[in-house]
């Protein structure tokens, strides 16, 4: 990295601004009180959610999962002056297990999730997350490794690149803009963030660039978690990151749109709703819940957190504390799967 590389990731650790980090280390803290206990950051980005908690609760350690090399560095960077209470690792979340093992940890805990992309990749420009300024169509999270935006978009068939705007993005013009893209790169190959722009400028009608924020944010999105996996990952770690809670142990998780959330949502009910058959007179120890909520709902950003950090705006938190084993008869469906 460059002397100026290095100036810029210092910068970008000043700006960066963790989202309701006070309300994240207070869920986390009676998990994180006793010595040796071990918190797993998920999704480490620049370290900020990291470093409130290790200044907070002193007994605590953190190990940091991220798979975007830039960001490793970076908070690894920013974390030096706690010593060996940080690890940092070059991991997807879904990898959490393998992780922990290598590290001789049976369990943790801890657990905290700041799902989404990250404000380094946003300020990036050149990693293409942003539809405000021109880049190179990437948009991944791990640079080193898988496929572009511009990939999908060139060489999906219409009626994939529709699928994935449409079920990723909630873009109700994603037919119009899937047909647009075709029709664009049977010319020349689409490789630039403003390339795009232009198409989804030509193909949604100007009544529906007028509300719900700026149009391209849903393509912009949707291109994304198509890119990075994301919610197929995420449907594989939270269950696994679950079962690496110890008893007492808790996770907290922020997604910051809708299909996250609900994926976050069912898999905490699935540990905090009887397993038992309704009308059995009594319920088995086996079949009580495992996890017990901490959050009624989602939690959302107060009006001054909105206003002091614009990236709070759409944030949903939920959290949980495991009460006991995961009951067996339930492991086989909470268990990671991988794809082959």
Same mark, same amino acid.
């Given at each position: 990295?460059? =002397?100026?590389?290095?100036?810029?990731?210092?910068?970008?650790?000043?700006?960066?601004?963790?989202?309701?980090?006070?309300?994240?280390?207070?869920?986390?803290?009676?998990?994180?009180?006793?010595?040796?206990?071990?918190?797993?950051?998920?999704?480490?980005?620049?370290?900020?959610?990291?470093?409130?908690?290790?200044?907070?609760?002193?007994?605590?350690?953190?190990?940091?999962?991220?798979?975007?090399?830039?960001?490793?560095?970076?908070?690894?960077?920013?974390?030096?002056?706690?010593?060996? %209470?940080?690890?940092?690792?070059?991991?997807?979340?879904?990898?959490?297990?393998?992780?922990?093992?290598?590290?001789?940890?049976?369990?943790?805990?801890?657990?905290?999730?700041?799902?989404?992309?990250?404000?380094?990749?946003?300020?990036?420009?050149?990693?293409?997350?942003?539809?405000?300024?021109?880049?190179?169509?990437?948009?991944?999270?791990?640079?080193?490794?898988?496929?572009?935006?511009?990939?999908?978009?060139?060489?999906?068939?219409?009626?994939?690149?529709?699928?994935?705007?449409?079920?990723?993005?909630?873009?109700?013009?994603?037919?119009?803009?899937?047909?647009?893209?075709?029709?664009?790169?049977?010319?020349?190959?689409?490789?630039?963030?403003?390339?795009?722009?232009?198409?989804?400028?030509?193909?949604?009608?100007? =009544?529906?660039?007028?509300?719900?924020?700026?149009?391209?944010?849903?393509?912009?999105?949707?291109?994304?978690?198509?890119?990075?996996?994301?919610?197929?990952?995420?449907?594989?770690?939270?269950?696994?990151?679950?079962?690496?809670?110890?008893?007492?142990?808790?996770?907290?998780?922020?997604?910051?749109?809708?299909?996250?959330? %609900?994926?976050?949502?069912?898999?905490?009910?699935?540990?905090?709703?009887?397993?038992?058959?309704?009308?059995?007179?009594?319920?088995?120890?086996?079949?009580?819940?495992?996890?017990?909520?901490?959050?009624?709902?989602?939690?959302?950003?107060?009006?001054?957190?909105?206003?002091?950090?614009?990236?709070?705006?759409?944030?949903?938190?939920?959290? =949980?504390?495991?009460?006991?084993?995961?009951?067996?008869?339930?492991?086989?469906?909470?268990?990671?799967?991988?794809?082959?």
């Amino acid at each position: 990295m460059t =002397a100026d590389d290095e100036q810029r990731a210092v910068d970008a650790a000043t700006r960066h601004t963790p989202v309701l980090l006070e309300r994240c280390v207070e869920l986390l803290a009676p998990a994180l009180d006793a010595p040796g206990a071990v918190l797993v950051d998920a999704t480490l980005g620049m370290g900020g959610h990291t470093e409130g908690v290790l200044r907070a609760l002193p007994h605590a350690r953190v190990v940091g999962l991220d798979r975007d090399p830039q960001a490793l560095a970076l908070a690894g960077r920013r974390l030096e002056p706690f010593g060996d %209470r940080f690890t940092g690792v070059h991991a997807v979340y879904d990898e959490m297990p393998d992780v922990l093992r290598r590290l001789g940890l049976t369990s943790v805990q801890g657990v905290l999730m700041d799902l989404g992309v990250s404000s380094l990749q946003l300020d990036e420009t050149s990693r293409g997350f942003s539809y405000s300024q021109d880049a190179p169509l990437d948009m991944r999270m791990d640079s080193t490794t898988g496929i572009t935006a511009a990939d999908v978009l060139n060489t999906y068939d219409e009626k994939a690149i529709a699928r994935v705007l449409r079920v990723y993005g909630e873009e109700r013009f994603a037919g119009r803009i899937a047909r647009e893209v075709v029709r664009r790169r049977a010319d020349a190959p689409l490789t630039r963030t403003g390339e795009l722009v232009d198409v989804l400028r030509a193909a949604i009608p100007a =009544a529906g660039r007028k509300t719900g924020g700026n149009p391209a944010k849903r393509t912009f999105q949707a291109l994304r978690i198509e890119v990075n996996g994301e919610l197929e990952v995420l449907e594989r770690a939270l269950p696994a990151a679950v079962e690496c809670l110890a008893v007492g142990g808790r996770i907290v998780v922020e997604a910051y749109h809708s299909l996250e959330d %609900r994926l976050v949502k069912r898999a905490l009910a699935v540990g905090a709703t009887s397993s038992a058959p309704p009308g059995l007179p009594v319920e088995p120890e086996t079949h009580q819940p495992y996890l017990r909520l901490l959050t009624r709902g989602a939690e959302e950003a107060d009006d001054t957190e909105r206003e002091r950090n614009p990236r709070s705006q759409s944030v949903r938190l939920r959290a =949980a504390e495991r009460l006991r084993p995961t009951p067996h008869h339930l492991r086989a469906t909470t268990a990671p799967r991988r794809s082959a």
